[in-house]
């Protein structure tokens, strides 16, 4: 079939295309004229469709903005607006809340008691305006401790804030207003560390340090040891105070949250006056040392 494709092609084409010289055909015609040089490459010769670069003006191009890209194309000021707006919707809002640590109940060999322990907040995610009160007494009987502060705090990074403000001292009497600064925060291995340095308005000086941890049983029920130690710069005998380490106390308390803002407890708590301190509690009829079981609630909102 090629033979014969060949032979009927050769019959139709004339004579003269026939015996043409192929060595008399300029090769060159395409070639560059002498003298002239080759057009630039363009860069961009190679992109499709979409390619933009066409919409850019000639001319000096805008500077580029060292803050925001995006004002070099929008109203700077409608774009400042737009990232305040994100920036409040996305942690920059207001918040406030209600947290009652500890309200309990304690049995104890001799007079019962009651515990207090909370703090209510508003603020930011940075800057925030805390109030804290704690306080414990006998059931049916006097206040023996009465304190509340209000702070401020001040996030220094994602695990740690510092905190200044007053605390008021109702009991025991007489009064005391102190002026404090301290921080606290989330240690390594998710211990909550607070220490708190308060100085009177009659100049004694006392140093709090708390820590705690909460070990997860299950996702409901949590087991908390916590530790507070108290120290003083010099006695005070007036409020049962005296220097050096003054009183320790150590609690053990398994909650188990219902929800995650309302969680019933028991546990276990034994305080301790030392040194002095001590000699001051039984001079006033008061024990040195007690063990309670305790009772309570942790709710917050």
């Known amino acids: 079939m090629r033979a014969l494709a060949i032979t009927l092609l050769s019959v139709a084409l004339p004579a003269q295309a026939q015996t043409m010289d192929h060595s008399q055909m300029n090769h060159g015609a395409h070639e560059m004229p002498q003298g002239e040089t080759p057009p630039a490459a363009d860069p961009h010769a190679g992109h499709a469709m979409g390619d933009t670069d066409s919409a850019v003006p000639n001319g000096t191009p805008p500077p580029v903005p060292t803050d925001h890209a995006a004002d070099a194309l929008y109203d700077p000021v409608v774009m400042a607006r737009a990232r305040a707006a994100m920036v409040k919707e996305s942690g920059g809002m207001i918040f406030s809340q209600l947290m009652i640590d500890r309200l309990e109940y304690r049995a104890q060999d001799g007079i019962d008691g009651y ?60 009064e005391r207003t102190y002026a404090t600064i301290g921080i ?14 308060f100085v009177s308005q009659k100049g004694d000086a006392h140093l709090r340090l708390e820590g705690s941890y909460d070990q997860r049983i299950t996702q409901r029920l949590i087991l908390q040891p916590a530790v507070e130690v108290n120290l003083a710069a010099q006695d005070v005998p007036e409020i049962g105070v005296a220097s050096g380490l003054s009183d320790i106390e150590l609690g053990l308390r398994l909650r188990y949250e219902i929800a995650r803002e309302f969680a019933p407890y028991v546990g276990i708590n034994w305080e ?30």
């Open 115 to 174: 515990h207090w322990e909370g703090e209510g907040w508003i603020g930011g995610d940075v800057n925030r305006l805390a109030i804290k009160s704690e306080g414990e007494g006998d059931i049916g009987g006097a206040l023996e401790n009465a304190e509340v502060q209000a702070l401020y705090s001040r996030a220094i990074d994602p695990w740690w804030n510092i905190v200044g403000g007053v605390r008021q001292d109702f009991r025991p009497q007489p």
């Open 272 to 301: 301790r006056k030392l040194g002095d301190t001590a000699r001051y509690a039984h001079a006033a009829g008061d024990r040195a040392s007690a063990t309670s079981l305790v009772m309570g609630v942790r709710f917050w909102f």
């Open 184 to 197: 606290e925060g989330l240690a390594p291995y998710w211990f909550e560390v607070e220490g708190q340095l």
